[in-house]
C-alpha cells in the first residue's frame, strides 16, 4: 500500500507513514517500501489487526486464542536502501483455556506468513 502523504502538509518532510500488507520470508523478513529518495534511516511498525483467530467451525464465532506479530528494525538493504525492512515474530496462544496466563505463550519467528498487515512510520531523505 502506498505512503501516506498527508503528514507532508505539515511540515514531515524526513517521515512516511502507511499500512503494508505483505508475506514474510522464510527468515521472518517483510520489506516495506518508503519511496524516500536515498534511504531509510529508522522504522517502526506494529500489528494494525486485533490478532483474533476464527473458530474453524464457526467462522463467526472468535475462539479467543490470539496471535499477535510484533517486528524489529533490520539493517538497510544496501542495493534497495529505500525500503524499510523488519524481523517479524509471532507471539501466539497455545490454547482457549490457558489464555489467561503468560505461560501459554510461545515467541517465534514468523517464517513464511502471508497477509502480515503492520501499520509503520519511517525516518530518511
Do not use: H
Request: proline content about 4%; overall charge positive.
Amino acid at each position: 500500500m502506498p505512503a501516506d502523504n498527508k503528514l507532508k502538509a505539515f511540515g514531515f518532510v524526513y517521515g512516511q507513514s502507511g499500512t503494508a500488507r505483505g508475506t514474510t520470508t522464510s527468515s521472518g523478513v517483510l520489506t516495506v517500501p518508503t519511496f524516500f529518495g536515498n534511504r531509510v534511516v529508522y522504522a517502526i511498525a506494529s500489528r494494525s489487526l486485533n490478532g483474533l483467530r476464527n473458530n474453524n467451525a464457526d467462522p463467526a464465532a472468535n475462539t479467543g486464542v490470539g496471535t499477535f506479530v510484533w517486528c524489529r528494525q533490520i539493517t538497510v538493504n544496501p542495493t534497495n536502501p529505500t525500503t524499510a525492512r523488519f524481523r517479524v515474530y509471532r507471539s501466539a496462544t497455545i490454547s482457549a483455556a490457558s489464555a489467561v496466563t503468560t505461560l501459554s505463550r510461545k515467541e517465534t519467528l514468523a517464517t513464511a506468513i502471508t497477509a502480515v498487515q503492520v501499520d509503520w512510520l519511517a525516518f530518511g531523505y
